[in-house]
């Protein structure tokens, strides 16, 4: 039922948030008055060995572990996972006593009887046809011919849209075996940064105005922690030189034009006449009205910049072919 699954999925949250809270407050007796660490590490170390203890039945079963993430684990199917039957004893709650699982279900089964007790269980949280594992809790699933993103360092709300437009084709193409597709397409995004080709709405960084002009003015007066000048802002800077008028909560977005892709938006250059440091932009805003209004419009921008953004994210991805190939890519 999923009306129900949603509604109840909702009310275990602030139940979820409150044992999230309540567990790293175990672990920090320094700001916590009923804390405890010996408590907190048993936790962590018994969940430990729990999760252990699964990946290993099913390691012997033939399944392979991919990534786990706190009470759960991915693993690959065998390919002869149909072999497996198994007929419940009815130990556990999940499981019909006679009833006979097969495939998956039948090695789930056998685990949650032969080995959760009480209030444990173990279950099927969802079946992909395939997955890649970019990073630590950041991976990609195909289900149901629908890709679902885990993890920010796949993408983001900062992203600029040509790099989100081609991950959300390439990651579908690679999920599906498709990694010639996916480098053909590679080459040609590459070279329409390179000519220039690719829109301004697309390419423009985001920026958000969290702080008044005036507020950002005082702010850069003052020293950080380290007793430095303070650390500027490339779309406060721009609002300061072209008199904008801006709110809070405004988006910001502009281009970098620098010719390296070290050259940053703005940049502080000091010499003996200016000790204090002379800011050079590297950069220009493009209007709200020319982002709705011209989303085609192209200009000039920092090319080297914008590649090494691109392959930055790409390069994760790469970790779908083989060593061999990899390396010639």
Known sequence: DKEKSEYYDKKQLPLKILNNGMFGSISAPNVFPWGDTDMGEKITCTGRQYLRHMIRFFDSKGFRPLVGDTDGFNFSVPNDVDKYV????????FNKLGKTYKAMNAVVAEY????????MGLDVDEICQATINIARKNYADLIDGKVKLVGNS????????YIAEFLDNGIKLLLGGDGYSFIN?????VEMIYNQEIPLSKIANKARVRISVEDYKKKMKTKNKAGGAMAKQAHMELIISEGLNVDLGDTIYYVNTGTKKSHGDIQVKKNKANPEGLLVFNSYIISEEDMKNNPDLTGEYNVAKYIEAFNKKVTPLMVVFQQSVRDTL
């Open 86 to 93: 198994y007929t419940s004893n009815g130990t556990h709650r």
């Open 112 to 119: 949650n009887d032969k080995y959760m007790k009480g209030v």
């Open 154 to 161: 796949i993408k983001s709300k900062k992203m600029p849209t």
């Open 185 to 189: 397409e590679y080459y040609e995004t």
